[in-house]
């Protein structure tokens, strides 16, 4: 029996980031309560920026407990417009007392995507330090949904939506003719808290497939994202979730 699903609808992005900060918040308390530590990896892309740039302001996290690490990362150096750590560095990072070591990164700039992956999963297992068979669990883990249903870097029909036992792999995305780092499903769903930020008209149709379609789920990878034992909430202004009647919280 699946958990009810935990949509929040908010008016418009700013409601939207302010909501997932107080999460964010809530989450790294928790965590930090029960085990010493706040273990987050991060989404790419641009919608994730607004609550970055929020978290900097942010006060009340002890961030010398927070560990940072990477959902998925493009196949570029840190430092490349493209990158997702450049993007968190810019709007988070750099804003707040982070000690260097704990942000794990994804070593992208290998010109060796898989390489990449394997130096990552490495890195992963040294910290989380969990049993071969196991995977690492992530008090949270941040994602965002592409218009076509991808999250991380698990895009539709790609090879890494069938990853079983890595943690970390890289997958060619034919759309965008580059390779891609991320995490794999197993990750994503051993993680205590997934958050989906969602924003913007053109994700309303998707959002609704993903949410309460029955199309297969690979061809929508969002959809596999279940976790077995944690929280997944979804986090939408009301533009992505005009096919939802419901009204903003
Ligand atoms: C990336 C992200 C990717 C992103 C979606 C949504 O590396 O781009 O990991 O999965 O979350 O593409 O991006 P937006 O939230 O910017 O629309």
């Not at 999963?121 to 068979?133: A, K, N």
């Not at 941040?142 to 792999?169: C, I, N």
């Not at 994503?188 to 297969?216: C, I």
């Amino acid at each position: 029996m699946s958990a009810p699903l935990d949509l929040r609808i908010f008016p418009d992005r700013p409601a939207l980031f302010q909501a997932a900060a107080d999460e964010f918040v809530r989450q790294a308390r928790a965590a930090i309560q029960s085990s010493g530590r706040f273990t987050v990896a991060l989404a790419g892309g641009s919608t994730p920026k607004g609550l970055y740039s929020l978290l900097a302001t942010h006060t009340a996290i002890p961030w010398d407990k927070v560990r940072f690490f990477f959902g998925d990362e493009r196949h570029v150096p840190p430092d490349d417009p493209e990158s997702n750590y450049r993007m968190a560095r810019e709007t988070l990072l750099s804003k707040v007392p982070i000690p260097s070591g704990d942000v794990y990164r994804v070593p992208a700039e290998n010109p060796d995507a898989g390489q990449a992956a394997q130096s990552y999963e490495h890195t992963l297992r040294q910290f989380f330090q969990t049993p071969p068979t196991t995977f690492p669990r992530f008090d949270l883990i941040l994602l965002g949904m592409g218009p076509d249903g991808h999250t991380a870097s698990l895009f539709p029909g790609g090879k890494a939506l069938q990853e079983r036992s890595r943690w970390v792999v890289a997958d060619w995305v034919e759309k965008f003719k580059t390779d891609r780092i991320t995490l794999t499903l197993p990750v994503l769903n051993n993680a205590a808290v997934v958050m989906f930020l969602v924003s913007g008209e053109d994700k309303a149709e998707t959002l609704k497939e993903v949410l309460e379609g029955t199309q297969p789920a690979d061809l929508f990878p969002s959809k596999l994202v279940r976790p077995t034992d944690g929280k997944l909430i979804w986090l939408a202004d009301q533009a992505a979730a005009a096919g939802f009647s419901r009204r903003p919280s």
